[in-house]
């Protein structure tokens, strides 16, 4: 089974589950892997919800090295996020962008954590590829994220 078995492609790394439901295994998630390092952002995206206009949004992300977001926030939505697989640096900020703290994201850990809406944070790659879960409510929009630097890509 591939995920092209169990979703369609919307944008260049971004899959979305053709119905609610779909079993998602370990050979999805490495070809999600797969296909994040071979995107040119570093990052490829399941999304369990077949509709941005869901009102629970469910996805699995998969970040290659070197990778890092940049700052941003969520200024309508709390996320929660839980690691699978790898390691990644997890790190808030000011609204001006000074560093506040990180920590460590483990896959495999069992741990999970949420992010209240309107905290600046990034996620990035310690290892050769992070995959986690995120969970948050829709539906999604432009201004679901919003960028510190104001480009908004």
């Given at each position: 089974m591939?995920i092209?078995?169990?979703?369609?492609?919307t944008?260049?790394?971004v899959?979305?589950?053709?119905?609610?439901?779909?079993?998602?295994?370990?050979?999805?998630l490495?070809?999600?892997?797969?296909?994040?390092?071979?995107?040119i952002?570093?990052?490829a995206?399941?999304?369990?919800?077949?509709?941005?206009?869901?009102s629970?949004?469910?996805?699995?992300?998969?970040?290659?090295s070197?990778?890092?977001d940049?700052?941003?926030?969520?200024?309508?939505?709390?996320e929660?996020?839980?690691?699978?697989?790898?390691?990644?640096?997890?790190?808030t900020?000011?609204?001006t962008?000074?560093?506040v703290?990180?920590?460590?994201?483990?896959?495999g850990?069992?741990?999970?954590?949420g992010?209240?809406?309107?905290i600046?944070?990034?996620?990035?790659?310690?290892?050769?590829?992070f995959?986690?879960?995120?969970?948050g409510?829709g539906?999604?929009?432009k201004?679901?994220?919003v960028?510190?630097?104001?480009?908004?890509?």
């Amino acid at each position: 089974m591939s995920i092209q078995d169990i979703a369609y492609e919307t944008l260049p790394g971004v899959f979305h589950a053709k119905m609610w439901g779909v079993e998602v295994n370990s050979s999805i998630l490495n070809e999600l892997i797969e296909k994040a390092q071979k995107n040119i952002n570093h990052k490829a995206r399941l999304c369990l919800h077949p509709d941005v206009d869901d009102s629970i949004q469910v996805t699995y992300l998969a970040f290659y090295s070197p990778y890092k977001d940049r700052i941003h926030c969520h200024p309508t939505r709390v996320e929660v996020i839980s690691p699978i697989s790898g390691r990644a640096q997890y790190s808030t900020y000011t609204s001006t962008g000074n560093f506040v703290g990180s920590k460590i994201l483990l896959g495999g850990s069992s741990h999970a954590f949420g992010t209240p809406k309107n905290i600046w944070h990034t996620i990035e790659v310690l290892g050769e590829f992070f995959l986690m879960i995120e969970i948050g409510n829709g539906p999604f929009s432009k201004l679901s994220t919003v960028y510190l630097d104001n480009k908004d890509y």
